[in-house]
């Protein structure tokens, strides 16, 4: 069977939370995602956290595609999880499910309350093992180092939504995602982004950072 | 070209819900936007106004939501279609306007957006603003989505225009910030100037003109009722014993629950989008025959008990249900689980709701906060900085009232600046009465849009009546958390931006203020001088703090870092930038067993506050 044929209906549900802090690009990602679902004729839903979360707070946002109208994805529901940062991907556990697929950037954005000694930040391996045996597959690697390879550490995103156009389990074909790319960004990081879209693609592609139930 | 004129008929686009707002108003041929920016209602004016620059609409970012109302009102007087968009706690400072503009009303089509904010994810309380449309007896549409969100923007202005009256385009946040797939219409062209005709026995509203209104007023709701009975807006779907009432985005939750839960063929759907006047001939029509009823709505009760009178007016005795014990909360927004369980209890279908997974549990401690902070860079906290070490070297202890805006985040330790807040411009005011009543030393802060919003009347309250207090203005140039939208006071102004600059300290003086310190807060001896001098005086004392957002300026100015700051050699026991000062650059090097700070090149802005006040911290390279 090929990819294309394996794809998904797109009448299937699919709840996809995006996680991270502030400054990361979560909210540009899920608008990606959801342009490039609309593109391919689908009905997208995004909702995003704007305001006072984006001072270096948590930001999440949401993609939601098939038949769903809700815009949000309630507690133990998502299907998919796009975690940006290690420890706001453990804290989305809570988002999960037994057959949740997570995608995680390793890379740690250490927050102030651990900074100055108040806080400990968990074991970044421990978080990750604790996760992949609760969830249905776990697909971990430094997203962060991927970007910056690509020449633009600011293409964790880019990095993210290449990981999650490999998987496979969106109902519509990586090329959607790459048309967007190719359409909203600035023609300065257009290269790079798409060598991050690319690196994703290629570490989803990798066994070796994948964990599995 | 703004995306939102962009596009053919009948082609599809992803708009957050604020955007399709603007469309549908486009489309309507809106010819003035007016504002005051507030989540979650700010991108309808930032889009308007890259609109005003781009076409002949006319846009402005009013002082407050008062007078955005007013001028709209002016403009709708004269004739032309008008909007006006605020967040809910908006509508109480314009509330004035909203209850007597009822009786005026309107010649060309008035929308005003309230953008409502369950869960207070950016407000200072989830106040239900549909009370406002029944308390000014205005009509209200509510949609569920940015699909509906354009379709009733645009109906609204021609219901306005049916009934002479302004229409309330009530949202909530998850309208106003999800993205939906939206048609577009055709754009309309504006009509040019409009033309105000005197008629002053109905446009002026002294006693004897207003109890005549009054009369004209009720007269148009019970028009817009009828029209309500036959909305598209209110819709029928399902057939069973069972019912459901919903409005608002709770409407989606219920049409996945009912899909979810395989109820949608026994249970009867009452949608309602059309929520005020409520068509009580559908509902009463809608009721009869239905063995128990669940209404869904976000926050207060506000069709529940409407829809419990209906049926008691017609004799039906059936359950009418909503919030309670086992049902819904009037606390927060709801999400598609809590929906989904809550209708299958009530209902008593069998249904196993998701245990979700508890991080803290599979872990075993507790993680981390991650709590918002004032930017690297931003002068608020410089200029905390100060008056915190001006009160400890002078051996006081401060009470800090303070305002609305990202210099509220001041609250959280290790700056602990903000003790008491209601609303906006709420510092000035309450900080007379707490130092009227207590005689302890005040420093109250509000940020420069907020003094221009509703800190004018105070400042000469205060002055006038002799309170004693130090106001500190913190003054960043812009709007900054909001979005950084442009004020009176501004310094920095995007490109083009028409608004004549008013000079904040030439106000204070006007408003009567003798002692006034000027400082740039990032000069710390200069600025530390004048903050023991301010905090010691006394009588009405301003101290204006100025410098511009580092955000903002970057943005604006493409102005880059100057230099790098690192600490050098161990710093020992001094924890002053720890306690005093919480600059996200800033961290203790992990596993050193010594208190040793260092700062991360990466997210140090080299504002160069902190090298005037630590000798351990040194400049270390250009670049």
Wanted: hydrophobic share 40%; glycine share 10%; charged share 20%.
């Amino acid at each position: 069977m090929t990819a294309a044929e394996n794809r998904k209906p797109k009448t299937e549900n699919l709840r996809i939370f995006f996680t991270g802090v502030g400054g990361q690009g979560t909210l540009l990602a899920s608008r990606v995602l959801g342009e490039a679902a609309l593109a391919a004729g689908l009905n997208p839903l995004v909702s995003e956290t704007h305001g006072m979360a984006q001072r270096g707070g948590i930001v999440v946002s949401t993609v939601i595609l098939g038949e769903l109208k809700s815009p949000i994805i309630s507690l133990g529901e998502a299907d998919i999880v796009l975690g940006f940062e290690a420890l706001e991907t453990f804290r989305a556990l809570d988002r999960c499910q037994a057959g949740t697929l997570v995608i995680a950037n390793t890379a740690a954005i250490v927050p102030y309350p651990v900074a100055i000694g108040q806080a400990q930040y968990p074991e970044v391996a421990k978080m990750f093992e604790l996760m992949a045996a609760q969830v249905g597959s776990l697909l971990a690697f430094d997203a962060g180092a991927c970007a910056r390879e690509a020449g633009s550490p600011l293409a964790v995103n880019m990095v993210l939504l290449g990981a999650l156009a490999a998987t496979e389990r969106l109902p519509f074909a990586a090329e959607a995602i790459l048309e967007v790319i190719r359409a909203r960004t600035n023609p300065k990081f257009l290269e790079s982004n798409l060598k991050a879209f690319k690196l994703g693609e290629a570490a989803a592609r990798d066994d070796g950072n994948w964990r599995r139930r | 070209m703004s995306e939102l004129l962009q596009g053919k008929a009948d082609e599809r686009r992803l708009f957050l819900g604020n955007e399709a707002i603007v469309r549908g108003a486009l489309e309507a041929g809106v010819a003035l936007v007016t504002t005051y920016p507030g989540t979650p209602s700010s991108e309808i004016g930032d889009r308007s106004y890259e609109i005003s620059r781009q076409t002949d609409l006319a846009f402005e970012y009013s002082v407050n939501e008062k007078v955005a109302l007013e001028v709209a009102a002016g403009a709708a007087a004269s004739g032309w279609r008008v909007l006006t968009a605020m967040k809910h706690v908006g509508l109480n400072v314009a509330a004035d306007t909203l209850m007597t503009l009822a009786y005026v009303g309107v010649k060309g089509g008035m929308v005003i957006v309230s953008a409502d904010d369950p869960s207070l994810f950016s407000s200072q309380n989830e106040q239900d603003n549909r009370y406002y449309a029944k308390m000014a007896s205005l009509p209200m549409l509510e949609p569920d989505s940015p699909r509906e969100a354009k379709e009733m923007a645009q109906a609204a202005f021609a219901l306005s225009e049916e009934l002479g009256l302004p229409v309330l385009l009530r949202t909530t946040t998850r309208v106003n910030h999800t993205r939906g797939p939206v048609t577009l219409g055709t754009l309309a062209s504006r009509p040019g100037p409009g033309h105000f005709e005197k008629n002053p026995f109905q446009k002026v509203m002294v006693p004897a003109v207003a109890r005549v209104a009054h009369g004209r007023l009720l007269e148009s709701l019970s028009r817009a009722r009828a029209l309500a009975e036959v909305s598209p807006f209110n819709r029928v779907s399902g057939r069973g014993v069972w019912g459901i009432i919903a409005s608002g985005v709770s409407r989606s939750y219920v049409a996945d629950a009912l899909r979810e839960l395989g109820l949608t063929d026994q249970i009867k759907f009452l949608e309602l989008g059309f929520t005020h006047p409520l068509p009580e001939g559908l509902i009463g029509d809608f009721l009869p025959g239905l063995e128990k009823v669940l209404v869904v709505e976000e926050l207060e009760p506000y069709l529940e008990e409407s829809i419990r009178a209906i049926a008691q007016e017609r004799g039906l005795t059936g359950a009418i249900r909503g919030k309670g014990p086992g049902l819904f909360s009037r606390l927060y927004e709801y999400h598609p689980g809590l929906v989904r369980e809550t209708i299958a209890r009530y209902f008593g279908v069998s249904y196993q709701p998701p245990a979700p997974m508890v991080p803290e549990q599979v872990l075993g401690r507790a993680l981390p906060d991650r709590p918002p902070n004032l930017c690297p860079g931003c002068p608020h906290r410089a200029m905390y900085y100060s008056v915190k070490i001006a009160l400890k070297d002078l051996g006081l202890t401060g009470i800090f009232p303070t305002d609305i805006g990202c210099y509220t985040l001041g609250l959280l330790p290790p700056l602990s600046m903000a003790d008491f807040l209601i609303c906006m411009g709420s510092s000035i005011n309450t900080a007379a009465g707490i130092s009227r009543a207590t005689g302890q030393k005040v420093v109250a802060f509000i940020g420069d849009s907020t003094f221009f919003h509703s800190g004018l009347q105070g400042l000469a309250n205060a002055v006038h009546q002799g309170h004693d207090f130090l106001l500190v203005i913190l003054d960043n140039g812009t709007t900054a958390m909001t979005g950084s939208q442009p004020h009176p006071g501004v310094t920095l102004t995007p490109p083009g931006y028409p608004g004549k600059p008013i000079d904040i300290a030439g106000v204070v003086r006007g408003l009567g203020v003798e002692q006034l310190w000027q400082i740039n807060p990032f000069h710390y001896k200069e600025a530390l001088a004048a903050t023991k001098e301010a905090v010691e005086a006394s009588g009405m004392r301003v101290l204006i703090s100025q410098a511009p957002c580092h955000l903002y300026e970057s943005r604006i100015t493409g102005k880059k870092r100057q230099a790098r700051f690192q600490v050098t050699g161990e710093c020992g026991e001094c924890r002053d930038c720890l306690d005093y000062f919480g600059c996200p650059a800033m961290y203790l090097k992990p596993d050193s067993g010594v208190s040793q700070m260092l700062i991360d090149p990466d997210v140090c802005t080299g504002c160069a506050f902190c090298v005037q006040w630590c000798k351990c911290i040194k400049p270390v390279k250009k670049g």
